[in-house]
């Protein structure tokens, strides 16, 4: 039986929480609430066979305790460069239908209507930027040493990581959401990583 989802590609996180982010280590968020998500660009792959190759997505969400508590609200954007076919396939992927990580995280918030945004990415481990519509900034550098103020580059491992196995962990210099959600989160927790997703 071949694979209704099937997705490789890098992605962008940023949220509220200190440099690391404890949930990457099943802890709770540094301020006990968590304000974050993430930017998919899809390098290849399918949604229920229809190629969704080239395309972007991105969810962001605010919840008011740790992420597996629930009760969070969340906006989705889908790349305005996806036709009308493909838009259907991405917006049912971020309402969880598909599977991969979004279908966990869609029993912890409410998620409002995905809106079509033009998707300006540039995919860089400690400088990686990206603009999605005028919803949201985003923006990485490295993370500085306190004491000798040197620029270093940790990475994470997650054998059992829900979003990468692998990523670089920098900073936000700029991390704004508005619109529905409205947070300005600048100078915390940022990372840059590949995914690869199957169902």
């Known amino acids: 039986?071949?694979?209704?989802?099937k997705l490789t590609g890098s992605v962008l996180i940023a949220c509220n929480c200190d440099w690391g982010c404890p949930c990457n280590f099943n802890a709770p968020p540094s301020r006990?609430?968590?304000s974050g998500g993430w930017i998919w660009m899809i390098e290849s792959g399918h949604v229920a066979g229809l190629d969704v190759s080239g395309l972007g997505v991105a969810l962001?969400?605010?919840?008011?305790?740790?992420?597996?508590?629930?009760?969070?609200?969340?906006?989705?954007?889908?790349?305005?460069?996806a036709d009308e076919s493909q838009r259907a396939a991405?917006?049912?992927l971020l309402r969880?239908?598909?599977?991969?990580?979004?279908?966990?995280?869609?029993?912890?918030?409410?998620l409002a209507a995905?809106?079509?945004a033009r998707f300006e990415v540039h995919i860089d481990p400690y400088a990686g930027r990206a603009i999605v519509g005028s919803s949201v900034e985003l923006e990485?550098?490295?993370?500085r040493n306190p004491v000798t103020n040197a620029e270093v580059h940790p990475e994470v491992v997650l054998p059992e990581g829900?979003?990468?196995?692998?990523?670089?962990?920098?900073?936000?210099?700029?991390?704004?959401v508005r619109g529905v959600l409205e947070y300005d989160h600048s100078g915390q927790y940022a990372a840059c990583g590949r995914f690869d997703y199957a169902a």
């Open 1 to 5: 039986m071949s694979e209704s989802l």
């Open 114 to 116: 995905p809106e079509p």
């Open 96 to 110: 969880g239908a598909g599977g991969g990580p979004w279908g966990i995280f869609i029993n912890t918030y409410q």
């Open 162 to 176: 829900l979003i990468l196995k692998r990523g670089s962990l920098a900073a936000s210099r700029v991390f704004r």
């Open 32 to 34: 006990g609430h968590c």
């Open 60 to 81: 962001y969400a605010s919840w008011p305790g740790a992420i597996h508590e629930g009760g969070g609200r969340a906006v989705c954007f889908v790349d305005e460069r």
């Open 140 to 143: 990485l550098q490295p993370i």
């Open 90 to 92: 991405l917006t049912g």
